[in-house]
């Protein structure tokens, strides 16, 4: 399938593009093994968000900072362009109590000790991806792809 055919975004598509569909993914927070139960995004007020670098994706990064601030956290500064994090430094930032990282709901990769995922109360936080084909596409291949995401979401 080429990128003519369609393909998935994080941004909304622009109106030339008459179809599409999207999934929606609830973020979950990392914390410190002291949380168990859903938490609110206010109620981080205070830890060190361990973040991402805004070149990485610059409107997921400002709308994740805007929703931050809205919600009364100070996002601190942006990680440089090429700082991303590996998981490990997350692990042991959000392991220490001073922090917290966002992680997706189907994150497969194993927690340590001391570090927990738990969800977002309320859902303040949710990445859409949107699935984005031509308005006459004959595509079986989209389709599926699109009923996926239409289950997954």
């Known amino acids: ?39 609110r995004l206010e109620a981080l007020a205070g830890l060190d968000w361990v973040g991402f670098p805004r070149t990485d994706s610059p409107a997921w990064y400002d709308e ?16 440089g362009p090429g700082q991303s994090l590996i998981a490990e430094v997350k692990f042991a930032a959000v392991a220490s109590g001073r922090a917290f990282a966002f992680a997706p709901p189907d994150w497969a990769q194993p927690l340590p000790g001391g570090v927990v995922r738990v969800p977002l109360v309320g859902a303040p936080l949710v990445r859409r991806t949107w699935a984005v084909w031509a308005a006459d596409s004959r595509r079986r291949d989209l389709g599926l792809l699109v009923a996926r995401l239409d289950r997954s979401g």
């Open 1 to 39: 399938m080429s990128w003519r055919s369609g393909w998935c975004a994080r941004g909304r598509p622009t109106a030339s593009w008459t179809r599409w569909s999207w999934s929606r993914s609830r973020s979950r927070v990392l914390l410190s093994g002291a949380h168990r139960d859903g938490v």
């Open 64 to 79: 994740t900072v805007a929703i931050l601030r809205s919600h009364g956290l100070n996002p601190g500064p942006a990680a």
